[in-house]
């Protein structure tokens, strides 16, 4: 093997990664093997993961490119599990058996395949889908692919589509109605959680929750899945409608023209709250915070901004952690990981309002 790149480090974890990588954003693609840096984030929550709370056996990266996520989550989080990694790019399989030997792993190995053709023939306890854009062409394949109860975790860069840059979009590949709102990311990943919930449910399968997020420029879910008609009906019981009037700032559930989307909660809060944070992460403290914050995060589908908030009220916005303080006094608030400035709250607006006038 002749291959032509740089070894860099990852969290605990020696890369060998092509010449020309992307640095930061979506990542462009720049030669035949991708690999973008931006994204040791996304990796480090799953090595995190794997760390503590998923204990899946028979694991596959489905589309690796160089094998970072799977290389380096067999080589920096300890457990009885075997990953397959895989690409259907010969040079990035070149590069992923490159990576194993450099990172001397025993748990994993390459493989040279369409997912499409790999999982009509085996089954995987977790299947780990990472594209160029939107998720939705390989969801079928994973879900023939996966055991009875499994984790899909899927990553999409398709954001603007499902965040109401491009309503048309949307309405094709999800099936749903998106809408420029203060909270976009969030109703964007929930209606993103719910395409897959009702292609799951034709399957006769349920999909809950584990963790999902928005970070950076794109989604993240780690969703479980279940064989079973009952399992399907109560998970499509959790889809419904939103709505959001931009001139009182009301949103209301179970009602209006966003959607349908995933109404029930983005986390598995029991399994997330024993989630740990292992040591020599590469953003260790980001990931720290987030999952600080992921312990807090109250069940609530939408979030309200403080700027939005400021506008409405012709108010300069106060700061969050002040906010939240006279909140606290009325009823459960929480921060969230969609936005710095953003807010969850159990009370109704009128009270949010009046708290914000307050300080104001
Ligand atoms: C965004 S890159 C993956 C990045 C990688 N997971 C990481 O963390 O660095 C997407 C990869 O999917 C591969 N791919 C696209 N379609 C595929 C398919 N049908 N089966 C397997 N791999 C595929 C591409 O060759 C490309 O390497």
Redesign the pocket.
């Known amino acids: 093997m002749n291959l032509e790149g740089n070894i860099i480090r990852e969290g605990s974890t020696d890369l060998f990664v092509p010449e020309a990588i992307s640095e930061r954003g979506p990542?462009k693609i720049e030669g035949r093997?991708?690999?973008?840096r931006q994204?040791a984030f996304?990796?480090d929550v799953s090595v995190a993961l794997f760390h503590s709370v998923i204990k899946p056996r028979k694991c596959l990266?489905?589309?690796?490119?160089?094998?970072?996520?799977g290389i380096r989550i067999c080589n920096e989080a300890p457990g009885n599990y075997r990953f397959i990694i895989?690409?259907?790019?010969s040079l990035?399989s070149d590069h992923i058996q490159h990576n194993i030997e450099l990172n001397s792993l025993d748990n994993a190995e390459v493989s040279n395949?369409?997912?499409?053709c790999?999982l009509a023939k085996e089954i995987f306890d977790y299947i780990?889908l990472?594209?160029?854009g939107t998720p939705i062409p390989?969801v079928p394949s994973a879900l023939q692919g996966m055991s009875r109860k499994g984790i899909l975790a899927v990553?999409a860069t398709d954001t603007a589509s499902l965040s109401g840059t491009h309503p048309g979009k949307c309405r094709r590949r999800y099936m749903a109605n998106s809408q420029r709102n203060p909270f976009l990311h969030e109703s964007g990943l929930r209606i993103m959680i719910g395409t897959i919930v009702r292609m799951a449910a034709q399957e006769d399968k349920g999909v809950t929750p584990l963790l999902c997020y928005y970070a950076d420029h794109y989604f993240r879910l780690f969703l479980r899945t279940k064989d079973g008609a009952g399992a399907a009906d109560a998970s499509l019981e959790l889809l419904g409608m939103m709505s959001y009037d931009r001139t009182t700032g009301e949103r209301k559930v179970g009602e209006g023209k966003i959607g349908p989307l995933w109404l029930g909660p983005l986390m598995d809060h029991e399994t997330i709250s024993e989630a740990t944070v292992p040591e020599g992460l590469e953003c260790q403290e980001r990931v720290r915070q987030h999952f600080d914050i992921w312990k807090e995060e109250l069940d609530v589908p939408y979030y309200y901004e403080t700027n939005e908030l400021a506008a409405m009220l012709k108010l300069s916005p106060p700061g969050r952690d002040e906010l939240l303080e006279v909140m606290r006094s009325i009823g459960k608030v929480s921060r969230t990981n969609f936005s710095p400035t953003g807010f969850r709250t159990d009370r109704p607006l009128e009270e949010v309002l009046e708290a914000f006038r307050s300080i104001c």
């Open positions: 990542g093997v991708f690999f973008n994204m996304n990796r990266d489905a589309m690796a490119a160089t094998g970072a996520r895989n690409d259907k790019d990035a395949a369409d997912l499409r790999l780990d990472d594209p160029f390989f990553t």
